[in-house]
């Protein structure tokens, strides 16, 4: 109802979008639930304009003055506790799953006991309205339009070539990316069906690569698989640099082309507004923004 009323005020879905920090799409289908539930059309759509219709114009004159009424006494409930209540479902990759959230859950969770997170963690880029999540963790190339986004975790992060030692003996050290199309190299598929090129850069100079090898895995959900036949000396592996941190503290794995290793910048949670911002990630947006002060 609230959507219906702003894209009504707005005179289109794109205007009231921006007008309250929310996403088109998420606009068109909350009214296309509130027409669909009340059997009813409410706004003429055309490629020019959106205005109400007679059933709409009846509706937006009684329903200003009630949600005001409603939000008005959500209000009162929520500043008659000190504490948030409710579910937090957030959609991330696997790779936030295990590298970015676990510095950061633990102390949310004992800051806000009565919240409970859900975490749906996959590498396929899902709607946040359709999986049914509150808010969700991408890298900035993946984030959708109109969604406002908040840093995360570590705002610098890099990719890393790594093998064990053994394989590194048998078979050499490369000493620039191109060397790597000679060697067994281990790659991920996204659920998508694409596999991402290997990249380098070094002092001005980028390497893009599609080497070969014998074993690729699905990203996210056989990530930790292709790293353990990295360690037992099957071929080379491409991940991001925290992910074998572990490893190579242990010399379970080696680096592989340090210098050359990209650099890109860290997560963003997104969400599709503010003003509608469900109190759990409320919470946890504002425990982010402290986390990155101190």
Request: proline share 8%; aromatic share 8%.
């Amino acid at each position: 109802m609230n959507a219906f009323m702003a894209v009504a005020r707005a005179g289109g879905f794109r205007d009231a979008a921006r007008a309250g920090g929310m996403s088109p799409s998420g606009l068109s289908e909350a009214v296309r639930r509130l027409e669909t539930q009340l059997g009813v059309r409410l706004l003429n759509r055309t490629t020019r304009s959106v205005v109400p219709t007679e059933a709409g114009k009846r509706l937006l004159d009684r329903l200003a003055p009630a949600l005001a009424e409603v939000e008005s006494a959500l209000d009162v409930v929520n500043t008659a506790r000190d504490k948030p209540i409710g579910t937090l479902r957030l959609n991330v990759p696997v790779s936030a799953a295990r590298l970015v959230l676990p510095a950061i859950l633990p102390g949310f969770l004992a800051a806000y006991p009565e919240v409970q997170v859900e975490i749906i963690a996959e590498d396929s880029f899902v709607d946040v309205f359709a999986s049914g999540c509150d808010a969700g963790i991408r890298y900035d190339e993946r984030l959708e339009q109109d969604m406002i986004a908040v840093p995360i975790g570590p705002r610098v992060q890099r990719f890393a070539a790594a093998a064990a030692p053994a394989y590194l003996d048998r078979h050499g050290r490369p000493r620039h990316p191109q060397d790597l199309l000679s060697h067994a190299c281990i790659r991920g598929r996204f659920s998508s069906g694409m596999i991402n090129a290997w990249e380098f850069e070094r002092d001005g100079e980028s390497v893009k690569l599609e080497p070969s090898g014998p074993l690729i895995v699905r990203v996210g959900a056989a990530t930790e698989l292709g790293v353990e036949v990295a360690v037992a000396g099957a071929g080379i592996v491409y991940l991001f640099e925290d992910w074998l941190r572990p490893y190579f503290d242990r010399g379970e794995l080696e680096p592989v082309l340090e210098p050359w290793w990209p650099r890109f910048s860290g997560p963003y949670l997104y969400f599709p507004s503010r003003r509608l911002m469900p109190a759990p990630l409320r919470a946890f947006v504002d425990f982010i923004k402290a986390s990155e002060v101190d």
